[in-house]
């Protein structure tokens, strides 16, 4: 009955392959952009590097793909880092990633500009237990077994927990495991714990026999980013067509937040995710994103995260994340500490 059960909680998960692997820093053989739609009419085209149900499928859900006075061509991609190469070969001029993949681009001396963010709650970056085990706290980890995936959003996530806890990485057994690896053995008792992100927080609790030991609220900075290439932004046409595109995205945004059933649907069609969990990922994290500034405490943020990878020696080198940043359309936005929207309180 367990192997028959981690067979379908693994066939289950594959599907989010291709919409949560942006918050990791790895990257896979099979990552390449594939060709997509193209919407609008003009003169212009702004190349966008997307993922599976990602920022197509809520703009075109919030009708913000009507009347598109420029032409977008969407390339599609299984993860952040490839989307980033694809921004340094100028392949893609702008496309939405979570808090890790620009470490690593910036890292590797990529050419890329961070334009734009987000700020969302971080109740879906967590490490999960057993529902039945005993372990209650973060220092009860000590001497544990914890599965993450190398270089993702969850593996920082899991050494400032740590710290924050009076422990290291060396304090524990880390099984570095991408997340349908991670859940076979997480399932199978293999691990004692697991670091991991939304929407896989969700799809655990509902079908892993799960609970949340520790999440991310106050360990991690919630943000993801839109990045773009320098020529795209050199281009005063582009450019004009980039803070266009930047602000459907926000409206956008809001329509998520005011229709999470609707968008929960529409994120489950696309990806495969189920309707109810994607609900829960929508309610718990996707959902409470508010657009911000790019700003100094964001950037402060980020390169807390890049010394952190550094230390670790998943980075070749140290850099200034301030490069990586253009503020021009930072506009009237409300700075990037700017509270998330939350479902809970009604906001």
Sequence with gaps: MRARTTTALSALLLPLALLAAGCSGTSSANSSGGGGNTDGKGSVTLNVGDQKGGSEAVLRAAGELDDLPYKIRWSTFTSGPPLLEAVNAKAVDIGAVGNTPPVFAGAAKSKIKIVAATHGTSYGEAIVVKTGSDLRTVSDLKGKSVAVAQGSSAHYQLTSSLAKAGLSLNDVQVSLLQPADALAAFTRGKVDAWAIWDPYTSQALRHADARVLTTGQ??????????????????????????????????????????????????????????????????????????????????????????????????????????????????????????????????
Excluded at 293 to 321: H, K, M, W
């Design 218 to 347: 106050g360990v991690v900075n919630g943000l993801s980013f839109q990045v773009a290439a320098p020529t795209a932004l050199a281009d005063d046409a582009k450019s004009k067509v980039i803070g266009d595109y930047l602000r459907r995205l926000r409206r956008a945004q809001d329509w998520v937040f005011k229709h999470p059933e609707e968008w929960a649907k529409v994120w489950s069609k696309e990806t495969g995710l189920p309707y109810e969990t994607a609900l829960d990922s929508v309610r718990r994290t996707h959902g409470t994103r508010v657009p911000v500034a790019v700003d100094d405490r964001a950037v402060a943020s980020e390169q807390q995260i890049a010394d952190t990878f550094a230390d670790l020696g998943l980075t070749p080198r140290r850099f200034s994340f301030a490069d990586l940043v253009d503020t021009r359309f930072n506009g009237d936005l409300p700075p990037s500490s700017t509270a998330p929207r939350s479902y809970r309180e009604g906001r």
